[in-house]
Nanobody, 122 residues
Framework: QVQLVESGGGLVQAGGSLTLSCAAS????????RGWFRQAPGKEREFAAN????????YYADSVKGRFTISRDNAKNTVYLQMNGLNPEDTAVYYC???????????????WGQGTQVTVSS
């Protein structure tokens, strides 16, 4: 059974940091693009960041650029999202994903985790 399991979410004050992790099991995702999306209450799920297979190229939504860093450890089949300078607008459920293309389009990702809640207090 293929699973993506996120961890590391929680409650943090504005200006704080969190690191999310997403461990994959059931198959190897080294040949997949990995990404993070997020969904705030009452809003659609939106792209946050993705990373290519080797980890040599990353792409960020404008809203997180310069504050978030995506990375991956293929030996551990895991992708990370380091989030700094968090603000209340970053409050959302964060989903990790895997897909074939380095694109920010939700429909292009085949595998999804169950999500982890990030709440930023002001």
């Amino acid at each position: 059974q293929v699973q993506l399991v996120e961890s590391g979410g929680g409650l943090v004050q504005a200006g704080g940091s969190l690191t999310l992790s997403c461990a994959a099991s059931g198959r190897t995702f080294t040949s997949y693009v990995r990404g993070w999306f997020r969904q705030a209450p009452g809003k659609e799920r939106e792209f946050a960041a993705n990373i290519n297979r080797s980890g040599s190229f990353t792409y960020y939504a404008d809203s997180v650029k310069g504050r978030f860093t995506i990375s991956r450890d293929n030996a551990k089949n895991t992708v990370y999202l380091q989030m700094n300078g968090l603000n209340p607008e970053d409050t959302a459920v964060y989903y990790c994903t895997a897909g074939a293309k380095l694109v920010p389009t939700l429909d292009d990702y085949s595998y999804w985790g169950q999500g982890t809640q990030v709440t930023v207090s002001s």
